[in-house]
């Protein structure tokens, strides 16, 4: 019954490759975001999307392009990987309003 | 634009000891704020949140946190901690009038270490 769900837990490329990162939530949550971490446990949200429309785009490269088809999935694409994006990438959800962020259990990328 | 200040980076306590981590938000209207926690090699839970009323707050495990509106602070506090909490602890604030979804801005995050 996992509520907030992400795909690949681990992912290991090379430089200048494409990859993308699946998120699912199954709790009829309206809003889904992309965080990604870093290596201090920094947190920084990147995407937002409400009902699949994008609502917060952070200064975030245009090789990094979120998607939703449907208001309960979020993917994450990148494109032409760098050795920076290593870190762990985050998805949650939440309801409009005051709601807490449910999150997933976190994609962990490593470009070497 | 709204910013949390979160001093203490690095905080080991032995077994029982008593907890306080401090947080500090910069906003100048109102916010929601919360605690997350973020187990060894797991994702961020919810500890406890503040939306209104009460600014003493309890949350999971028996931690709670008191907001004190005139120094924009949220600490947490546990009376007695165990090996268990040792975590990494994320304080997090989202302004109330943020047009119905949630610009949640964290802190840099507070690693508790407990020593049995």
């Known amino acids: 019954d996992t509520a907030v769900s992400q795909t690949p837990k681990y992912l290991v490329t090379q430089m200048g490759n494409d990859k993308s990162i699946k998120c699912e939530q199954n709790?009829?949550?309206?809003?889904m975001y992309w965080y990604k971490q870093d290596s201090k446990k920094f947190l920084k949200i990147m995407f937002s999307?409400?009902?699949?429309?994008?609502?917060i785009n952070e200064t975030v490269p245009n090789r990094f392009s979120p998607k939703s088809p449907d208001k309960a999935h979020l993917n994450l694409h990148i494109n032409s990987l760098e050795l920076g994006d290593s870190a762990v990438y985050f998805c949650?959800?939440?309801?409009?309003?005051?709601?807490?962020?449910?999150f997933g259990n976190g994609t962990r990328l490593t470009v070497t | 634009a709204q910013s949390v200040s979160q001093h203490n980076h690095h905080v080991i306590l032995s077994e029982a000891a008593s907890l306080e981590l401090g947080c500090n938000y910069s906003?100048?209207?109102?916010?929601?704020l919360f605690w997350y926690v973020q187990y060894p090699g797991q994702h961020l839970q919810l500890l406890l949140k503040?939306?209104?009323?009460?600014?003493l707050v309890k949350g999971i495990k028996g931690f709670e946190a008191e907001f004190i509106k005139s120094k924009f602070s949220f600490n947490l506090r546990k009376p007695s901690v165990q090996w268990s909490d040792t975590a990494e602890y994320f304080c997090?604030?989202?302004?109330?009038?943020?047009?119905?979804?949630?610009?949640?801005?964290f802190g840099t995050g507070t690693k508790l270490q407990v020593i049995p």
């Open positions: 949650a959800s939440s309801q409009r309003g005051n709601s807490p962020l449910h």
């Open positions: 709790l009829g949550h309206d809003t």
């Open positions: 999307y409400n009902n699949k429309e994008l609502i």
């Open positions: 906003y100048g209207g109102t916010v929601n």
């Open positions: 503040y939306f209104s009323g009460d600014p």
């Open positions: 997090a604030v989202t302004p109330k009038n943020s047009g119905g979804y949630q610009k949640v801005t």
